[in-house]
């Protein structure tokens, strides 16, 4: 995905690539909102009357449980779907077309390949919120961070430079995945202190 979209792309494609990357965003954020919202109503009616103690728990134990399944190396134990966004879509629609049902793809978490439990976590905490706005907003900004990630294409307009941006997202997959694992782990740390304080 992140080499799809990029400025190279979208002019051979006839498109503005700053177009398509707006669609893109807005679709994630609205998706992740969306989605947010959903979980957090949920909550609101599931987890009436449940102490914000044992809401935090519940959010500190769905980060741990995240990391642990993400040691197994291959990750196996992480459930997900085998699916990815069509890119055939590429080809048959204009930038702005693919880029929104893209990113509400891709904004609502789980409708494509999910890498990381960090996924989870975040919609576990938008339904631990209990409320439909806080959901929203906590769901938007996973939203706005997961299609916000096509930028890094943002300079990409030639070739060579397509291909070292591949190079350079391969080579920082491990370093990345270590820092979000030890990230989610402080997190797991801080909401059972919380828990634990409140």
Known sequence: MLTSITPLGERGRGNRWWVTTAALVLGCALAGAGVGAIAGAFGAVILSGVSVAWRLGLVGAALAVGVLLELDRRRRMLPTVRRQVNEDWLRA?????????FGIQLGTGVATVVTTSAVYATFIAAFASASIGAGALIGGVFGLIRG?????????????????LGRSLGRSEAPVRRVALLGQSVLAVLAAVAAWAI
């Open 148 to 164: 916000g990630s096509v930028l890094v294409a943002w300079r990409v307009r030639t070739p060579a430079q397509l291909a070292e």
């Open 93 to 101: 629609y204009r930038g702005w077309v693919y880029g929104l049902g």
